[in-house]
């Protein structure tokens, strides 16, 4: 089979619409897909909904290690209000510059492990398995690797790469994330009689000043600092002449690895009035892996060989599929590393480094090689 280039397959997949909401991811995993299978790689499509799937592929059985896993996601954010100079689904390239929705988060990423994986076929084999998890959803909270691993199909892994966009400076972590939403309920009345009524925004107005002096009382984490909170939202009332009698806010929690997400909704549920409900939007734990983990070395002096760059200790702000796929995958060391520049995620007129997803395909196959190698040795 012909081996596919890493910034033609970029361009493909920038090519397939898979803005989320709604998605639409099928088409770009089914066309994935064609090219594993063909690579000699088993591939199963898991679908999400109407028009909507993600994919697993892999190849060849695990050693003692377990499977080396990569995993990324190939739904989009929306293009956003402002106009783009350069066709959002073109695939542009101008100078060093890969344009594009996704581009950067992180269709730059799938494309350069998957141009990888099939370059390095020929070394998963019996003792050396490969598997490529590939999400639809992910930017709406991981709905794909959910979907995944409540079928327990991810299978076993002993180390997990993250193309999220990194530069291609390894990551060890990032926070987790426990979005929630508290609704306050009241009773409508006349705006000119407040008295017949139970104002439902005055509930959550308390509510919100609470949660303005919240304190985690935990120690801040050494790399990845500590957890935040923000009340993102605040929607209540109907029109300026009624007592509302519904009102909602939105709180965005993150957190560090190490925290109880039941007992910190627990606390923010005592920060509202009695008879206010809360919800979960999210939940999702943190990542972190520690620096001095033996394959986390190796994987850092193979980026630092290819980029030039010393390994310094990273962490990201986001979160990604790793917070639902590590816990799964039996706690396995991960990494997050991509050729997308994290600034560009979720931007206008984002763009991807061309040289810099050369750079991660070159990276991943050292990646592949050194996996194999080690079964080799293991197995002998």
Same mark, same amino acid.
Request: hydrophobic residues 40%; contains cysteine.
């Given at each position: 089979?012909?081996?596919?280039?890493?910034?033609?397959?970029? !361009?493909?997949?920038?090519?397939? =619409?898979?803005?989320?909401?709604?998605?639409?991811?099928?088409?770009?995993?089914?066309?994935?897909?064609?090219?594993?299978? =063909?690579?000699?790689?088993?591939?199963? /499509?898991?679908?999400?909904?109407?028009? %909507?799937?993600?994919?697993?592929?892999?190849?060849?059985?695990?050693?003692? &290690?377990?499977?080396?896993?990569?995993?990324?996601?190939?739904?989009?954010?929306?293009?956003?209000? &402002?106009?783009?100079?350069?066709?959002?689904?073109?695939?542009?390239?101008?100078?060093? !510059?890969?344009? #594009? %929705?996704?581009?950067?988060?992180? &269709? $730059?990423?799938?494309?350069?492990?998957?141009?990888?994986?099939?370059?390095?076929?020929?070394?998963? %084999? =019996?003792?050396?398995?490969?598997?490529?998890?590939?999400?639809?959803?992910?930017?709406?909270?991981?709905?794909?690797?959910?979907?995944?691993?409540?079928?327990?199909?991810?299978?076993?892994?002993?180390?997990?790469?993250?193309?999220?966009?990194?530069?291609?400076?390894?990551y060890v972590g990032?926070?987790?994330?426990?979005?929630?939403?508290?609704i306050a309920r009241?009773?409508?009345?006349?705006?000119?009689m407040p008295e017949?009524?139970?104002?439902?925004?005055? &509930?959550?107005?308390?509510?919100?000043?609470?949660?303005?002096?919240?304190?985690?009382?935990?120690?801040?984490?050494?790399?990845? $600092? #500590?957890?935040?909170?923000?009340?993102?939202?605040?929607? $209540?009332?109907?029109?300026?002449?009624?007592?509302?009698?519904?009102?909602?806010?939105?709180?965005?929690?993150?957190?560090?690895?190490?925290?109880?997400?039941?007992?910190?909704?627990?606390?923010?549920?005592?920060? +509202?009035?009695?008879?206010?409900?809360?919800?979960?939007?999210?939940?999702?734990?943190?990542?972190?892996?520690?620096?001095?983990?033996?394959?986390?070395?190796?994987?850092?002096?193979?980026?630092?060989?290819?980029?030039?760059?010393?390994?310094? /200790?990273?962490?990201?702000?986001?979160?990604?599929?790793?917070?639902?796929?590590?816990?799964?995958?039996?706690?396995?060391?991960?990494?997050?590393?991509?050729?997308?520049?994290? !600034?560009?995620?979720?931007?206008?007129?984002?763009?991807?480094?061309?040289?810099?997803?050369?750079?991660?395909?070159?990276?991943?196959?050292? +990646?592949?090689?050194?996996?194999?190698?080690?079964?080799?040795?293991?197995?002998?």
């Open positions: 089979m012909s081996h596919p280039d890493p910034i033609d397959l970029t !361009r493909r997949l920038i090519a397939f =619409d898979t803005v989320n909401p709604p998605g639409n991811e099928r088409e770009c995993a089914e066309y994935l897909a064609c090219l594993l299978r =063909d690579a000699g790689f088993d591939v199963r /499509l898991v679908p999400l909904g109407d028009g %909507r799937a993600s994919l697993i592929a892999s190849k060849g059985t695990p050693g003692g &290690k377990g499977a080396l896993v990569f995993t990324g996601h190939i739904d989009v954010v929306p293009l956003g209000t &402002k106009e783009w100079s350069q066709a959002p689904f073109g695939g542009a390239i101008v100078d060093d !510059r890969l344009y #594009g %929705r996704g581009s950067s988060d992180m &269709k $730059g990423g799938v494309a350069a492990f998957v141009a990888a994986a099939i370059l390095e076929a020929p070394r998963a %084999r =019996d003792g050396m398995q490969l598997t490529l998890i590939i999400t639809a959803g992910e930017e709406t909270g991981c709905d794909g690797a959910s979907a995944i691993v409540a079928q327990d199909l991810q299978g076993r892994a002993g180390a997990l790469v993250v193309a999220e966009p990194t530069a291609n400076m390894p990032h926070k987790g994330a426990l979005w929630l939403r508290g009241g009773i409508t009345a006349h705006g000119s017949a009524g139970d104002n439902a925004v005055y &509930k959550a107005a308390r509510a919100t000043h609470r949660l303005s002096c919240f304190h985690f009382g935990v120690a801040p984490h050494r790399t990845l $600092g #500590g957890p935040t909170l923000n009340v993102g939202t605040f929607h $209540g009332g109907l029109n300026i002449n009624s007592v509302p009698d519904r009102a909602v806010i939105e709180i965005d929690l993150r957190t560090i690895p190490g925290m109880d997400h039941a007992d910190l909704r627990q606390r923010i549920a005592a920060e +509202m009035d009695e008879d206010m409900e809360i919800e979960t939007a999210i939940d999702l734990p943190g990542v972190w892996t520690a620096p001095d983990t033996p394959w986390v070395r190796r994987t850092a002096a193979i980026a630092s060989r290819v980029t030039g760059a010393p390994f310094e /200790l990273r962490t990201a702000t986001y979160f990604s599929d790793a917070s639902v796929l590590v816990p799964a995958l039996g706690g396995a060391p991960t990494l997050i590393l991509g050729p997308g520049e994290p !600034r560009q995620a979720h931007q206008t007129d984002e763009w991807c480094s061309v040289s810099r997803i050369r750079q991660a395909t070159v990276i991943y196959r050292q +990646m592949i090689a050194e996996w194999a190698q080690e079964e080799t040795e293991n197995a002998g």
